[in-house]
């Protein structure tokens, strides 16, 4: 049975046991109908938090479909990141992290091939070995370079299912911009394709349109200091509004990836309900509160004398000196001011040769983190 038929199957059985009722629900009888709920509960739990990588669909509404009080409970248990900081689905990583924590990430480079993995740090080990999230493939261009971004470790094909969006580069390395392959909101413009889609020598058809909609500009300013200078960036969050950082604020939140890119991602319910709720909400308070796109920008670092070097703290997740080292908050409106301008956005950082931590919080996804850090690699001839 493949995943979509399996999950049409789940959702067919929860359409009919809502019209008909308790008194037509067999399974109410069951023994696992009657397992005690606090037992039940934890069986659940282990389920969800046991797998290092993305659990099946299957199992997942196989647990909700047994019967009422079984999909009440996953219901609860099933979260977005914003709430739980857990991962369960792949459109997870289009979802906004917790407001009041960090999710730890750590990223690996592979030099030779050019690509770069995303992970979730499973411990609090910085050489755990992780839930593999993204991956993401350099290819460079006459006039840009170009990140594919891929929910596959080895398909980095724009044209496959597995393209979520890409991060492009003008020809000095100075300025990028992150395009996402779906929509972030209702009314999101997406941008035209220049020219056919070629990677490699071989021209690709893709199975689905891919979109290309801009929800991140990203511009690194000219290094005044010279050497001993740190990098200075700047993020424009074109689909955030800045009031999604203050109490109540909301960010835009993708709830699904569309059935027609395949049998990996079919629609889940879990999400839908709470994020449409969400996303009605998240231009009314945008319009009545701070307009404008959130802004991100380089928390200053101190010189440290007897070091000889700029220095932050990143509370231990960084333990390699290094000019791609950075941490993003967010830019206060003019005349504003309070705590949630002081608080790390996105945080990336050297551990080892080819390892580096990522460290995000609400109102970004692991997805636009991912592709800001991935701006820290390329090199830039401009103000280095």
């Known amino acids: 049975m493949n995943l979509d038929s399996g999950f049409g199957m789940g959702v067919a059985g929860l359409e009919v046991e809502e019209e008909e009722g308790e008194t037509n629900d067999g399974l109410k009888q069951s023994c696992w109908a009657n397992m005690p709920p606090e037992l039940l509960r934890e069986v659940l739990l282990r389920i969800e938090s046991s797998e290092n990588k993305w659990p099946m669909r299957k199992n997942v509404v196989g647990c909700a479909t047994v019967c009422r009080s079984w999909r009440e409970i996953m219901k609860d248990i099933v979260k977005r990141p914003e709430l739980s900081g857990i991962f369960t689905f792949p459109i997870s990583v289009k979802q906004p992290g917790p407001r009041e924590s960090l999710i730890q990430c750590f990223i690996k480079r592979k030099r030779s091939t050019q690509t770069y993995y995303l992970f979730l740090s499973l411990t609090q080990a910085l050489a755990d070995d992780g839930k593999f999230l993204l991956a993401a493939r350099k290819f460079r261009r006459p006039t840009c370079t170009d990140y594919i971004i891929s929910l596959h470790a080895d398909d980095m094909s724009k044209g496959s299912s597995r ?3 890409k991060l492009r580069s003008n020809f000095l390395g100075t300025r990028f911009i992150v395009y996402d ?3 972030p909101h209702d009314g999101a413009k997406m941008t035209k394709s220049r020219s056919p889609r070629f990677m490699g020598s071989a021209q690709v058809s893709p199975r689905v349109p891919a979109g290309s909609y801009p929800v991140a500009h990203i511009s690194y300013e000219l290094n005044v200091l010279g050497c001993r200078g740190p990098r200075r960036m700047q ?3 074109d689909p955030i509004p800045t009031s999604a950082i203050e109490p109540g604020g909301v960010a835009p939140t993708q709830t699904e990836f569309p059935l027609s890119t395949g049998e990996s991602f079919p629609s889940i319910s879990f999400f839908r309900s709470r994020s449409s709720r969400v996303k009605k909400r998240g231009p009314e308070v945008s319009n009545n509160q701070t ?3 959130l802004v991100l920008k380089n928390k200053p670092p101190r010189w440290h004398e007897q070091l000889q070097c700029w220095c932050l703290n990143f509370q231990g997740r960084v333990t390699v000196a290094s000019v791609k080292n950075f941490q993003l908050v967010a830019t206060p409106p003019s005349g504003q001011a309070g705590p949630q301008y002081d608080k790390v956005i996105l945080q990336f950082g050297k551990v080892g040769k080819d390892v580096f931590t990522m460290d995000y919080r609400y109102p970004i996804s692991a997805f636009q983190a991912f592709a800001i ?3 820290s ?7 280095e």
């Not at 690699?377 to 103000?383: G, R, S």
């Open 163 to 165: 393209y979520i969006g």
């Open 181 to 183: 392959g779906l929509p």
């Open 235 to 237: 993020c424009t969050m």
């Open 291 to 293: 307009v404008g796109p």
């Open 373 to 375: 850090c991935l701006s």
């Open 377 to 383: 690699f390329d090199t830039k001839i401009a103000y």
